[in-house]
Each structure stands twice: as structure tokens, then as C-alpha cells.
């Protein structure tokens, strides 16, 4: 990595933590919440069953599960029949494979949505419980909105379902249900374990997995002093709170089941997964609805309007798309271009695409006619839909797509029609998405579509260190015109004293980027150099005020969350009875009054995973000393791709940064989606 060094700075003190915030609210439950978790297993059990039928014939709902998954059902359908669950325990392992590592997602900002209005009867019962059990009364309202109106007798029956509300732990609700049953609870009480195993994968969901392998789960809940983790997941999939899953056992080699079990026992043992309902009919249902893309798009010859392309690779592009249903395109920034010029060639051919980018700062960068996800799946943007509810459109452009989360993605691809195309188009080498699932990465993985791979090269300087970051290799880079900029510091103190007079004076004294182009990015939000002091330190310098709106003045720059994993950028313009307006890159924006605290931040710094996605024409990346272990390759690669003509590093991690690029590569996340895609799409041999 090339660039000028920049002179000295103050020195403070050093470190900057990264805090975690609070999960996801969860929506109202029903009063019979075990009863309708176990319904949905069933569903789920017949849709797999159903979608096996195409291809095999029928399939009785877990026939081929094996080992550790067919005892796991055998308890499910021994408790739904009313029987006793199976004596035979599930086998131990021998060496429990420890939980993923957590990633930076945990550290994003969780939008709050408004509670629905409840009956004020109902959180008076539930005031009532949490003060006889010694928890702040304040929760009234947020476990009524969790668990309903009956939630004051529901929480006195099972004390750990308070454990569901965000922000509750294990030790919490366990002092809780101490307080209200005294010696009639345990460590090993059934209800704590079904309550653990539900707050251990909503946790999860928040580094971005959606399910955990059977090792995993179990040495968390011995961690937890539960004293048999094995007899306590039994329960707990028996009450609904969790489903089992070994994917792939269906078609191990063979054709009967002792075929495939004899084939299973030659090869890598498929693993036994673990999974909330709501991910588990996620990714179900986006297996499906991708499989059907790609088995109802009509082939046609685009050849004409591929010779009228731009550029080689968009040529290609275009000529794949015509022939299928679902095609995935990688790329660069520059590499953009290319599903634009596939819109405007289809355009020609009399069809009907859409463009669409992650946020409001990528529509920008597309020009007229593109929209947002967001904005297109709410009706706001777009074409609107058809008479049956799908969106009126032959071709869908999903640009920056590593930013799709499951969720989304299911909705999304269950809004396009029969026969239409989707091109899912992102640089691979950026952090995934902010919330459960890794939809890009598991579609590329599964290699079940066409893979288009851009040949056009991001320009510049900035364009080659950030090609040789993706690869593993951080090169130094000539940069004749300052493009890049290396600023050594000694500590945290130093940091954000060097970070303020980049961006208020030395980038647009020398680059010419005024401050409000220039975008910061650093590792977290808590610490001494995390996005809370580095705000607070900027809005002193270049905005200062008494912070009359809640803490904001009009032309604070501002990160707006409207939901989880969606971070919308802009500035404070004024602030009135119905609550703060914002512009947010041009769109007016009302966030009512009780929502601000929890939604909108400062913006002048983000995180990595807040800016993906998005683009500034200068960008100064901040890695204080204590930031070392929190880097990765995918983390520096989106951090110094976010600048388009600037990119200054307030550099204070010495080998750390060379060590991240060359052999550290993503956290893994445990998802089922990519053996899902294979088993609908892989042609049988």
C-alpha cells in the first residue's frame, strides 16, 4: 500500500472497544406459541417433502434422517403424538466444534420499531409480575408487545420467557425465575432450556447465521450449567422452539437408505443443523422460488442488442441473460455499468427491466430510472404489480447484492412472476449482509446459474490497491496525485485528533473533497475511536451546537436505520411537533419523536457494514492499535473501497492491516440455502 505519510498529532489515550447493541424486537406472539411453532415445523416437513416428490418420488418427512437428526425427530414425533419422548438420548460428541466466531453485524445499530398498542390491563398484569420478580417495571411494555396480552400469565408460568425481549440475558431471566419460584427451578428446568436455545439463535441470527450445527448448541448450553444439553434440545424441538435439520442426507449416494447411509459413512458425515422456524421457511421458501426462475424463464436470442454492448463483458452479460432465468454477475464498481447496459438493451427489445441498488446512495451512482430494494419491494418505487401481486416486470437488476439478506431476498424473489429474470450483480469480496444469511455467497457457492465474472478493472490507484486487497495482497501503490494517503498514529488519543483535521482541513485543502463529501469508517461504534467519539469530535469541529432536536442540530450529518441492516445517510434539517426531518441523500425523511433516540445516530463516522454498499468521493478509514483483532480481508476491502477519488488511513495497527488482508479471510456463517439450491437445481447423474 502506497502514499504519503502526514505529520503528527496530540497524543490521548488508547483503545477502542467494540459494544455490541441490542437484538431485533420480535413481533407479537400468539397466546399458543408452542402450538404454532410446531404447526410451522409441520409445514415446513411437507413442503421439503413435496419438493422432493418432483424429482424422486414420494418421500416420508425425515425417512433418511441419520444418527443425531433421526433421534432429534423421533422425540418431535413422539411428543406431538402424545407419548413419552424416546429413552435412547442423542449421542454425545466427542469434540464439540466450537460457535462461529461473531462478526462486526453485532455491532450495527437496531432500528426500533413502535410497540403495538396494547391494552393498558395487559401491561398492568405484567407490571405486576416483573415487579413480584424484581425486574425494572419499565419492561411492561416491550414484554407485552413480545409475547401479548397474556402476558403477565405466560411470564408467571415460564419466568424465562423473558429472555425473548431484546436485550434480556440468561443471567437476568435466571434471577427473575428465582424470585418467582424459589426452589421449584433449576439450571436444568425444561422452560430454561427451551428459553436458551431460542436466545442462543436469535444471537446467532444476529452474526448472520441462520442455524447452528448440533455441537455448537450443546457446548453453549453446557456453558450455560445446563446439566443435560442433549435430553434439554429433545425438549426443546419438542415444544417448537427450535427444528432439526440434515440437509443433504436425502440424496447421499445411493438409492435406497442403507445405499445412502453406506454412502454417508465413505464420505464427510453431513452435519446435523439446528434453526428458528423463521429462517428455516426463509431459506426454504428462496430455494423454491429461485428453482422456479429458473425452470419457467423462456430462452431467447439477444444477440443483436449483446453487439450494440458497451464493452465486452456487458456483451456477455446480455447474451447469458437471454437464455435463463437466474444468472449471478461480479464485479467492481466499474463493473455496474454492465447490468445498466443490460437494462437499456432489454429496454430496446420492447421488455420491462428494473434496476435496483441496496441503498439510496447506490441508486445514486446508477442514474435515472434505478430504485432501491427497499423501495421497490414497499410500492414506493418502481413499477408497482400486476393483478396477481407480482411485480410488473420481465427483468429484475439486483445491484449490490452481497447485501441481501435472507429475508429480503425470499420476499423479493416471491414478488417476481413466473418467467421472469433476476441478475443478482456485487463485488464478492465485500462484507456480507448486516442481518441472518449469506444470499450471494451461497448462490456463487452452489454454482446452480450462470456466473458471469466482469473483465472491466476498477481505474486508478484506488482501483489497484483495493484489486490486490481482494486477492490477499496489500501492494504498495503508487499515487501521484494523493489518492492515497497514509497517516501513522501512536494512539487513540492521536487517532481522532489526526481523523477531525483530515476531513476538516487537510482533504479539502489538498483533494479539494469538501468535508460534507468526506465519509469516515471505522471499526464499531463504542471505544475511544468508534463511531460515538469520532462523531462527537466532529460535530465539534464542523457543526457545533447545543443539540436542540434531541441531540441534533440542522446540518448534522445523521445514519438513519429504518430497519435492521439498512442504513440511510443524510443530514438534520429541521425539527417540528410530528418529529425530526431529514434529507437522506434528497428524500425527505419524518422520524417521529419517541424514535429518534433508537434509529438515528451521527453520521460523519460509520461502521464498514453501515457504508457497504455505499460510495463518497473521499473516505478516511480509521484503524486505531486496538482495532487489530476485528479486522478481516473483507472488512478492509469494503472499508477502502468506499472512497472514489481519496482514501486517507489513519493507520495505527503497525502488521495487523497486512496480516487481515493476507490471512484472514470472512467469518463463517452457518446457512442451509446453498445445499438447499443443489438439492432443487444439481442435475441428477
Known sequence: MGGAPAGDGDQGGDGSAVDSAPAEGQAVAQPSEA???????????????????????????????????????AAVRAMEGGQAAPARPVAPVAAPEPAAPAVPAQNRPRAAEPAPATAPEAVAAVTAVLTEGGAPPSLAPQVTATLGERAGDALREDPWLLLSVPGVRPEQADGFARALLGDGCGPGDERRAAALVGWLLERAALRGHTALTFPAVRAALAERSVPDPDQALQHAIAEGAVLVFQDGVEDAEGDTEDEAADGAADGPAVPVLLGLDRYAL?????????????????GASWDEAAAQAPS?????LIRVVAGHGLVVHTGGEAARAEPVALAEAVRTLGLRPVVAAHSENGRRRLGAGAVTVAGLLSGTEGPGRDADGALDLDLLLVLDAPQLDVETATVLVESLPDGARLVLSGDPGVLWSADAGRVFADLLAARVCPQVASRTPDPGPLGELVSGIGIGELNQVEAPGKEIVIVPVRDAGEAVHRTVQLVADSVPRAIGVPSGQTQVITVGHGGAVGTRALNTALKERLNPGPGRFGGFDPDDRVAYVPAPGRTLTGSVVSADAEGLRLDCDGVPVVVPRELVESVVRHGWALTAHQAAGMRWPAAVVVLPGDAAQALNRPWVYTAFGRGERHLSVVHGVDQALAHAVAGVPAAERTTRLRTLLEVLLTPAV
Not at 410446531?38 to 425417512?63: D, S, T, V
Not at 426463509?282 to 423462456?298: F, I, N, P
Open 35 to 73: 402450538e404454532v411453532e410446531i404447526a410451522a415445523q409441520r409445514e415446513l416437513r411437507e413442503r421439503i417433502a413435496r419438493r422432493k416428490a418432483e424429482k424422486e418420488g414420494p418421500i416420508p418427512a425425515g425417512a433418511k434422517l441419520s444418527g443425531q437428526a433421526a433421534d432429534l425427530l
Open 282 to 298: 426463509a431459506e426454504e421458501s428462496l430455494a423454491d422460488g429461485l428453482a422456479r426462475l429458473v425452470k419457467t424463464a423462456q
Open 312 to 316: 465486452p463483458s456487458a456483451a456477455e
